[in-house]
């Protein structure tokens, strides 16, 4: 059984977690699973957005601790380089916007998985858990950054250091997840979603990743400025041009993603 499910619809790559007796928990075969899967989403430029879901009642449990942290000798610095560091890097890096869409439970690094992506929804059954302290860890994966960026410090401090777990509609009032849709549609659901995505201008989403990204760490002044640089480069993509005619004749416009 593959780890990670791969597939491709309406020009969106659906990256499946996919050891549901395990919750999907994270382990060697997920994490190549998931480096073969961005490496074709990197390549293909028929993919215009990402959905990734988990198969089975989970999103994701965290590193698997059975397996990868059984160990007391494991050194979790070297894996956090080889495995995390680099996918949660890829993930922001990617010029195409991923959905993560938390079918379940989203624990430890695998709740910080789910903040990597650009927009987080979630089934209404679904919860999220900062698990580490409950083994004696702290959050890893990007934690500590998306954590109180998306839920403001003080709620980012105690969801870590109290291991709580919040549910679905916590998330949303936390303002941690956009949406929440029902469990019984929410793979149609999440796919109508990504779909929608994937029709939108995609020079114009990958300029946005860029500057959200970057959003971060700017000055003002810096931001205002590289915002102007990539919409001087967007003034040139033929779905700009697209777009205005398609206002001024008042018809859908029909976005073809290519470059200036
Ligand atoms: O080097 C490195 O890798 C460092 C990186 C560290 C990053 C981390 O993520 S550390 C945090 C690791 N994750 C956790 O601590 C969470 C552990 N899991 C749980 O606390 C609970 O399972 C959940 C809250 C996620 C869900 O609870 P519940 O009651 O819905 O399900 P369950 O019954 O506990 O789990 C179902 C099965 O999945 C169960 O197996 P069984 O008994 O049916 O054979 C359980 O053992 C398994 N499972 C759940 N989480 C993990 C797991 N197996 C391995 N690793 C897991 N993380």
């Known amino acids: ?29 997920i994490h190549a699973g998931l480096r073969a899967a961005f490496e074709k989403i990197e390549a ?13 009642r989970g999103f994701c449990a965290g590193a698997d601790l059975m397996q990868s942290l059984s160990s007391g000798e494991h050194d979790l610095g070297a894996s956090i380089d080889r495995d995390y560091n680099p996918l949660v ?15 379940g439970v989203a624990a430890g690094a695998g ?22 302290i409950r083994i004696g860890l702290m959050p890893d994966a990007g934690g500590t950054y998306f ?49 929608s995505l994937a029709a939108k201008p995609a020079e114009a989403l990958a300029a946005m990743k860029t500057a959200f990204n970057q959003a971060a760490t700017n ?7 590289l915002e102007r640089d990539l919409q001087r480069q967007l003034g040139h993509t033929p779905d700009f041009a697209e777009g205005v ?10 976005f073809t993603g290519k470059a200036a």
Do not use: C, H
Not at 1 to 29: G, H, Q
Not at 119 to 131: H, R
């Open 219 to 225: 000055s003002l002044d810096a931001q205002l400025d």
């Open 245 to 254: 005619k398609a206002f001024i004749e008042k018809r859908p416009a029909n």
């Open 111 to 132: 709740m910080n998985l789910a903040l990597a992506g650009d927009i987080i929804i979630a089934a209404k059954s679904a919860n999220f858990t900062q698990a580490f």
């Open 89 to 103: 890097r890829r993930m922001r890096a990617l010029p195409k916007p991923i959905i993560a869409a938390v079918n």
């Open 147 to 195: 954590l109180p960026r998306l839920i403001g410090d003080a709620r980012a401090r105690a969801m870590a250091m109290l291991g709580e777990t919040i549910t679905a509609d916590q998330a949303l009032e936390y303002g941690l997840v956009y949406k929440l849709f029902d469990d019984a549609n929410f793979a149609e659901d999440a796919l109508a979603l990504a779909t």
């Open 44 to 56: 293909d430029t028929e993919i215009r957005a990402v959905l990734l879901t988990g198969a089975g």
């Open 1 to 29: 059984m593959e780890a990670v499910l791969y597939e491709v619809k309406n020009a969106v790559a659906i990256v499946t977690l996919n050891r549901p007796e395990r919750l999907n928990a994270l382990e060697a075969s």
